[in-house]
């Protein structure tokens, strides 16, 4: 019998109006993205903002995203440049994060920002959260749906698991469609990228014909993903694996490894997008078995596998 939460909603008439009424009064719903879920609020308001913060125990130098239904809903917080507009027209609305200068007089709550004279913003792809947006006049704060340097949510249930009642509503919109966090790339100055995500570097690199550094030195935190320590099942996570032992979980790719009761297969056909989308209901799922350890094998880092390499190195460090 399937379980029944008393504040997981389908987006239907009534739960629409109950989502914009509580938006409006400065509260946090959580909302479905095609990445994952996130924590939504007023990106306006200190109040929102401070409830997000809160809520998901997050350091204030960790930026937040700010979500827009479209360009004219972003144009009087960011400074659009040539590059923005060749990746938007390319991309959105989609799994890619932008990081832009901030417009002098925008509205944006210093703390989203971490008082930074940048700005993350998305334009996020889910049918669900476009026609919330679509109803709002301000943008959105939403980070993942989860407790900072935890695992991202990508089903409503992995909400509740992570805040109980302590959200009014979360938005059913079933399990995302990608499961990791958007593509980050900074536009602000030299073009980099802060995130690997589903759109590669090689995507951003055709579509503005240029060169396109990947972030590697990068030590000032300016966008989501730059933590040391993030994504983490909260046990000790080892890359490069053959094998596991007793008491220790097996992260697999392929076919050729068995069925046992402690292996975990991101996928048995090798497919790299169908892995992403796996990682972390598998890492949540070993989390919930009391595993002392995890290993991993080698993934293919290519396409979608960079981010998700990415992801398991963040989760793979101590603190």
Same mark, same amino acid.
Do not use: W
């Given at each position: ?21 509580? %938006? ?54 960011? #400074? ?8 938007? +027209?390319?991309? #959105? ?22 008082? %930074? ?55 059913? =919109?079933?399990? #995302? ?16 990228? %802060? ?29 989501? =993903? ?12 080892? %890359?490069?694996?053959?094998?596991? =032992? ?28 169908? &892995? &992403? ?6 890492? +949540? ?19 979608? =596998? ?8 963040? &989760?793979?460090?101590?603190?």
């Amino acid at each position: 019998m399937k379980k029944i939460y008393s504040n997981i909603n389908l987006l239907k008439k009534n739960t629409f109006i109950k989502v914009i009424k509580l %938006l409006k009064k400065k509260h946090i719903v959580a909302l479905p993205t095609e990445t994952v879920y996130g924590l939504a609020g007023n990106a306006y308001s200190k109040s929102a903002v401070n409830k997000i913060f809160k809520l998901k125990k997050r350091p204030k130098k960790n930026p937040l995203i700010v979500h827009y239904l479209n360009l004219k809903s972003a144009q009087k917080d960011v #400074c659009f440049n040539e590059n923005f507009l060749k990746l938007y +027209r390319k991309f #959105c609305p989609g799994p890619i994060t932008f990081i832009l200068k901030r417009k002098q007089g925008s509205k944006i709550n210093n703390y989203v920002s971490s008082n %930074l004279n940048t700005v993350a913003i998305r334009f996020p792809k889910n049918s669900r959260t476009r026609k919330i947006l679509k109803k709002l006049n301000f943008p959105l704060a939403m980070p993942s749906a989860n407790k900072s340097k935890g695992i991202s949510p990508v089903s409503p249930e992995d909400v509740y698991d992570e805040f109980r009642d302590k959200i009014k509503i979360i938005v059913d =919109g079933g399990k #995302c469609r990608i499961g990791l966090e958007s593509t980050v790339v900074d536009l602000s100055d030299k073009i980099k990228i %802060l995130r690997p995500g589903y759109i590669s570097s090689n995507d951003i690199k055709k579509t503005l014909k240029r060169k396109v550094d990947l972030n590697k030195n990068q030590k000032k935190i300016i966008s989501p =993903g730059m933590m040391k320590l993030h994504y983490s099942p909260g046990i000790p996570v080892i %890359l490069n694996q053959k094998k596991a =032992g007793k008491n220790v979980a097996f992260i697999t790719f392929g076919k050729k490894y068995s069925n046992s009761i402690n292996n975990f297969n991101l996928s048995k056909k090798s497919n790299l997008n169908e &892995a &992403a989308r796996n990682l972390y209901k598998v890492l +949540r799922e070993i989390k919930s078995m009391n595993f002392k350890k995890i290993h991993v094998v080698k993934i293919p880092n290519i396409g979608i =596998g960079v981010a998700i390499n990415d992801r398991l190195k963040h &989760a793979a460090n101590k603190k």
